[in-house]
């Protein structure tokens, strides 16, 4: 397909996805409604949970604790991500713009791995605050896990997040949808997780199985982006 | 015509079933740990097998869907999703029945076989409620987006017994460690389940069609679950200690015909509806 030249149509796919994240960054920033209810609601969970547990017997959970605070703050974020291009009909914009799809799938995952990674940045001293934890296991496993276990929920998770925008409840679908196809990853995540932080047993087969997973589900997200983008 | 071949098919479906049945209930030989408990895997791994090959097939459907936008393509994919959801409910009833017996639980939480099957039924309810929830004609285009990722899982679960610790007998069947018998009546077991999984899907498929003709979308969902479910944790709670292990077999065989039984009464139900409405309209 021939791309016309126009203003902010020109340039590569990478700029492409550029003009994307930095379009989906500079909203949030302004704004920042996403970032601080998802910064919140992650707060209360891990507030509500330090009641719930007793310190000295909380490490074996922890795995499962943070994820479940990552999981549900990235589905607020995802849900709003796209929720706001309906806003104007921005979204039949793109559909109709010659820039191809799979950029702007690529400028949501990054601009969407962005926030939500800083999230994990800024909860992280909560956590070490709230549960008095420190990794057994070498650091870099842990982030290595963090890394890939975000960016599966995020891919996954803005492609599904562009399919559920489609249906009649749109909010309500992106749980239904993401969180059992990203069981697997999120089984491997916890484990990986507890396994380091816990420092019994290496998480190198999780980390094996989330990078395969992460390579799987981004090359289907990729091949059906567009599909889902123009079904109508 | 089509109906009388549906009629034979049918019976010979009946046949087949209850001759299967049969063997596996009486001709089979008692295995020596579990006793007659584990005849329940007559009703099991059929019931697992055809699951898989049904979401396959919804995988291949959805695939060509995609390629050629044929509504008969996507018919086949919606009844491949449906029926293999009530096979695999019957998957993950049995399983605990007999495990209850087995292990003495009737979950393993941390048994990936368990697990990922369970994800496996979870992916397919949710690309069923996907499917009633959409709007107007980008139903199936989703769908079909939805069917290709629930299928990339699906070796995942397929190898989760080789790949991870589990508890769970691995795939036996063509193996010399069993008696030539049972792997017989295994075969004729998964053939007779399989002939009577394309029975219902041929039955599933022509209603769906007759819902695409009168463009019904909008289908009732079994109310009978809700008391289903709603009697199921009784269940739980009121075993006894000590059951006789025998009544754990029927407890399988009830629990796998019950879903089936109920599967097809619900299936009629619809029909007599569908027809109604195709009456009304005018198509059909």
Redesign the interface.
Known sequence: MKVHEGPGMTGSFAKLAWINVSKDLRLEWRSRDVFNSMMFFALIVVVVFSFAFEREDSRPVMGGLIWIAFLFSTTMALNQSWARELRNGVLDAYRVSPAPAEALFLGKVIGNFILITLLECLMAPLFVVFYNLSSVGPLWQLVVVTLLGTWALVV?GTFFAA?SI????REL?LP??L???S??AV?SMVTGTTQVLSGDGSPNVQLKFLAGFCV??TT?CFL?FE??LN?? | MKTKLFFAFAAFCCLFLAYGTYQGLVVAPTEETMGDVQRIFYVHVPAATVAFTLFFVNFLASIYYLWKRSPQADALAATTAEVGVVFCSVVLITGPIWARYAWGVWWSPWDMRLNTTLMLWLLYVSYLVMRRSSTGGSTSVLASALAIFAFLDVPIVYMANRWFRTHHPPPMLFTPRIDPRMGHIMSINMLAFLCFSVLICWFRYEMERTAQKINAGHIQRAAGGAVGMMLLPAVFFATPGHVAPISYLWAGYLAAWGIYVGYLLFLMSKLAKLKKEAAEVGAG
């Open positions: 996954n399919m489609r249906t009649r409840n679908m239904l949808l969180l059992p196809i069981i697997p089984l799987i589900f289907a059906l599909t889902v079904a109508e």
